[in-house]
């Protein structure tokens, strides 16, 4: 186990960051280049990397503030400003590590600098291990998404 750091993402790493999204990332759709790039580009102050002593990308994490939500949700919901986590990734080989909760708790440190007072995430329910870090920072389950299919 190497030495790793947490960084802001960098244009050149966009490429790496689309590997790990291809292999680790419960999009419904496989995430083009055109994807990471708009995900880059919508929050570039909020995307993070891991990256180890010889400048591998081992994981990264990204989000944004939700813009155009009602005030009465708002007021429900008792926040201010919302912030999404819109996609986070850890190489297989490098979990167990704290990777994971560093690139998390660096998104949420930059959501909370810049007011946000509400963090949503959406995860499928398979992914125990994702879960698991999230309720282990703080994050409650609000809603289920269900689906029925014939």
Known sequence: MGQWKIRKCRTEDLSKVLLLAE?????????TMADI?????????????AEDDRG??????????????PQEVLMS???KRVGYVDLMAVD?????QGIGT???KSVLDEFKAQGIDTVHLDVPSEEQEAIRLYQRLGFKTRAYSMVWQF
């Not at 292999?23 to 995430?31: C, G, H, K, L, Q």
């Not at 994981?59 to 939500?69: H, L, P």
């Open 23 to 31: 292999e680790y990332t419960s999009f419904d759709a496989m995430p």
């Open 37 to 49: 790039e708009t995900i880059y580009e919508r929050n570039i102050d909020n995307f993070f990397v």
């Open 56 to 69: 591998k990308i081992l994981g990264f994490a990204t989000g944004y503030e939700k813009k155009g939500i």
């Open 77 to 79: 919901w008792k926040a």
């Open 92 to 96: 297989l080989q490098h979990r167990k």
């Open 102 to 104: 560093a690139l998390l």
